[in-house]
């Protein structure tokens, strides 16, 4: 398996990976996994008006799971609240080099971060993004 | 970014050429050398062909055999192939039965999925919890039609040394070739074919300080074999093709150095302190039972971590995944599933291998960042669900990860 030097960066330094602080209404978490690619990932952003202010995740996976979830995290950070249901994901397989045969994991990331999005929708923090 | 020393942990996959192997095979390479085709009558060549034969003693001296006795293959895959293929193809219609294990090497099993192609039974005899094979298991799958019952002598994932002398004695109970593939076990475990009761045995030179591209197949002389190839009368034709003097002399000079009364118990040492170190890591579990494991294979279960995310994190150190998972849906060792670990267990499971190299630093080394890791993706992954994370619950009395 070849990783890029920007898995290898982001595997060793995961930015972004561990729990958004605090508790509020602009906090939400969402988690995905998938027993048979061997995948786990939590999400949590922490909302401030329509504005993502943290981004943070706990992952169980491969190298490219990690680097992925890193990513994200970080590409959230700042980013309009509808980026939760709008991930790049073309960018990212870019940015990251992810191989074809990996790509499933990447759909369950998408689902913990989509999880995210439909839990401020629920609580009422921001208007619900359709489609 | 630092960079760390490497370390390399890998010998059972292969190891570096010992430096007086390397002048030995020099000796036959160049002008001034012994290079000529040892199948040649005059001089030059039958000097060539003594050099052959001066390994060929060697080699059958560590293994208790006639060199007769001796075929020089590509490595052990064809001498694992000329084996089960060989004997098979030369046994009457009707007797075309094989029993083998379902923890043997690639080599071995994708031999027999040939032969079954080929209208050839095969059996395929499980093992226990700690990787062995049972005689019993093996004697009940004998059948009349059995023509030959193939074993492995150490394997090449958990270490775990087969009964041989057990399975030789049941072979010959009811008279049927036992093969028997020493791939891992030359200069580590002793094996005298003669005492054993061993019909054929497949070598290879590579894992014990010995070249790549040479092997060998002991064929007891009663044992009728086919061979694969076609295209010379060398090695009575058995395995035709000019002799690679160079190699078997390098093969020779590897087998002459790994001795086992004296190699066993460093290796043995030294894998030793990894398992202990290793132990020491919450929920790690060893793979096998060390107490009946050559001296230099140790695989260890790391619950809670990724197996392909925790070798990419020892990137620097040299090991082997119990596991191909390298795909979507990793594939769990075939050795590991046969001993009953889930995939996820199997998938975290790592084979450390030690050498004629390896040194006490870098065992300690090794120990402290396999334990960093694997520390450092269980934080990464806190607050995991338990299929990936039961490496907390291991110290309970259900053990769900293990099952």
């Given amino acids: ?131 | 970014m630092t960079t760390r020393r490497r370390i390399y942990l890998d010998h059972a996959a292969t190891s570096p050429v010992d430096p007086a192997v390397s002048a030995e095979m020099m000796r036959h390479l160049g002008a001034d050398g012994t290079f000529a085709n040892p199948s040649s009558s005059h001089a030059m060549g039958r000097e060539a062909a003594r050099a052959v034969e001066r390994a060929r003693r060697v080699i059958a001296a560590r293994i208790g055999a006639d060199p007769a006795g001796l075929v020089f293959t590509s490595g052990a895959t064809e001498a694992n192939n000329l084996a089960i293929k060989g004997v098979l193809a030369a046994a009457r219609p009707g007797r075309r039965h094989l029993v083998t294990t379902r923890i043997e090497h690639k080599s071995v099993l994708d031999a027999a999925a040939a032969v079954e192609r080929y209208g050839c039974d095969v059996t395929y005899v499980g093992c226990d919890g700690s990787g062995l094979v049972s005689p019993d298991e093996i004697e009940r799958a004998i059948r009349p039609e059995t023509s030959l019952v193939s074993v492995m002598h150490v394997n090449n994932e958990t270490g775990m040394v087969q009964p041989i002398a057990a399975v030789a004695e049941i072979c010959r109970a009811h008279r049927v070739p036992l093969h028997v593939d020493a791939a891992q076990s030359a200069g580590k475990l002793l094996l005298d074919v003669r005492r054993d009761g061993v019909a054929l045995c497949s070598l290879t030179a590579h894992k014990c300080g010995g070249p790549k591209g040479i092997g060998a197949l002991w064929i007891r002389d009663d044992v009728t074999v086919v061979p694969l190839l076609h295209g010379g009368e060398q090695q009575r034709g058995l395995r035709p093709g000019t002799l690679p003097t160079h190699q078997i002399a390098g093969m020779g000079k590897a087998f002459e150095l790994a001795d086992p009364a004296e190699e066993g118990p460093r290796l043995a040492a030294l894998r030793d302190r990894l398992r202990e170190a290793l132990e020491r890591i919450d929920g790690a579990r060893v793979n096998g039972d060390p107490a009946r494991a050559a001296p230099h294979i140790l695989n260890v279960a790391f619950p809670g971590v990724d197996g392909e995310a925790l070798r990419f994190a020892l990137r620097e150190i040299a090991v082997s995944a119990g596991s191909a998972c390298m795909s979507d849906n990793p594939e769990a060792s075939h050795v590991l599933s046969a001993m009953g670990l889930t995939d996820a267990a199997a998938t975290s499971s790592i084979r450390f291998s030690v050498g004629r190299t390896t040194t006490a630093d870098e065992i300690d080394a090794a120990a402290t960042r396999v334990r960093d890791a694997v520390e450092r993706l269980r934080r990464l992954a806190l607050g995991a669900p338990a299929w990936c994370s039961a490496w907390r619950s291991a110290r309970l009395t259900d053990d769900p990860v293990f099952g």
């Fill in chain 1, 1 to 131: 398996m070849d990783y890029s030097a920007e898995v290898e960066r982001r595997f060793d330094a995961p930015a972004g990976a561990g729990n958004v602080s605090g508790e509020g209404p602009g906090i939400a978490a969402g988690e995905a996994e998938d027993k048979v690619l061997n995948v786990w990932v939590r999400f949590e952003v922490q909302a401030d008006g329509d504005t993502i202010r943290e981004a943070r995740f706990r992952v169980y996976g491969c190298p490219h799971t990690i680097a992925a979830a890193s990513w994200i995290a970080e590409s959230l950070r700042g980013a309009p609240v509808s980026a939760l249901e709008r991930l790049d994901i073309d960018g990212l397989k870019r940015a990251l080099n992810v191989p074809k045969e990996k790509l499933g994991k990447l759909l369950r990331i998408e689902d913990a971060v989509r999880a995210c999005a439909e839990q401020l929708g629920a609580a009422g923090t921001r208007p619900r993004v359709d489609g």
